[in-house]
């Protein structure tokens, strides 16, 4: 009787999720916005510092609240509950790499980037995977998004695994998206991952315009490294173009998509000229100088 129960309650709140499909994108802001700003360790502040500029010169009307977080630089590090409570009060935030310590200390065995994600409820993880036009790479014309979760002892429940379909749904709607792909390891993992696609088959029900696949994680193994470049600190080397675009995609977010169209549309004219590229896209030129050729791309 117990479990019966339970299985109608997991039900009854799928079936909320799912009637809440997006449609139609959410209604455009107006005036100021006040957004977080966690700078992040190693390169973090030079690149954040990259969009402050680039964001100033195209009037994008943003006030940034900058709080500095840190695990390997305690003493310089604000309190995690002032930053929180900043995420909390604003709404939106932009986040560099909170570097993890090398050795732990402490009883709870969890970082800041966890305990951030777990107090704020950050439950998707959305990768924008896009080749930049007149860059050419191993991998070229890519164009698609991931909407993500992971977690690390394999947690499987029918109402997150709906949950996180729905935002992927969602998510292409708002976005003109024509295809989600539910990425999984049901080959192996017959009963944890086949219930997640079943939910996704259920959740794609209420999204007739969209086509649902499915894909083995084995398949499905393009992934990029996330790191603080911390060697590159103070030596004007890094690229800022990857914090650059997220800030777009946060600007999008909050329907400002004139802004966000207009910095991307800089960033990919100084790409595309081939003139003005850092070390690490097989140029020579600095974190200033690519970050002044979009301003002047701006003016």
Do not use: W
């Not at 109608?8 to 006040?34: D, E, I, M, Y």
């Not at 777990?118 to 080749?131: E, G, I, K, Q, T």
Request: aromatic residues 6%.
């Amino acid at each position: 009787m117990a479990a019966s129960m339970s299985r109608t309650n997991v039900l009854k709140k799928s079936a909320k999720l799912c009637s809440l499909a997006v449609t139609k994108p959410v209604s455009k802001p107006a005036g100021r916005h006040t957004v977080t700003l966690v700078p992040g360790d190693g390169v973090g502040p030079e690149m954040m510092a990259s969009v402050q500029q680039v964001f100033k010169t195209a009037g994008v009307p943003i006030n940034f609240e900058e709080h500095f977080l840190s695990e390997v630089h305690r003493s310089q590090s604000a309190s995690y509950e002032t930053v929180l409570e900043s995420f909390k009060r604003n709404g939106v935030g932009l986040k560099g790499i909170i570097s993890s310590p090398h050795t732990f200390q402490g009883t709870e065995l969890q970082t800041l980037n966890m305990k951030l994600r777990r107090d704020l409820d950050l439950f998707a993880n959305v990768v924008l995977v896009r080749s930049l036009p007149g860059y050419v790479t191993r991998h070229n014309n890519l164009d698609f998004c991931v909407p993500g979760v992971i977690e690390s002892l394999k947690i499987v429940t029918a109402v997150k695994s709906k949950r996180i379909a729905k935002f992927a749904f969602d998510y292409a709607m708002r976005h003109n998206r024509k295809k989600v792909t539910a990425v999984h390891k049901a080959n192996i993992m017959k009963l944890a991952d086949g219930m997640f696609l079943k939910s996704c088959e259920e959740v794609a029900k209420f999204y007739p315009s969209i086509k649902l696949e499915n894909m083995i994680i084995d398949n499905c193994c393009m992934q990029g490294a996330r790191h603080s470049f911390a060697t590159a600190v103070g030596k004007n080397i890094a690229n800022p173009t990857a914090v650059l675009l997220a800030g777009c995609n946060m600007l999008r977010h909050m329907s400002l998509d004139f802004h966000a169209q207009q910095i991307e549309t800089a960033i990919h004219k100084v790409v595309k000229g081939g003139k003005t590229r850092t070390q690490d896209m097989g140029g020579y030129a600095t974190t200033v100088d690519f970050t002044n050729a979009i301003v002047n791309s701006l003016q």
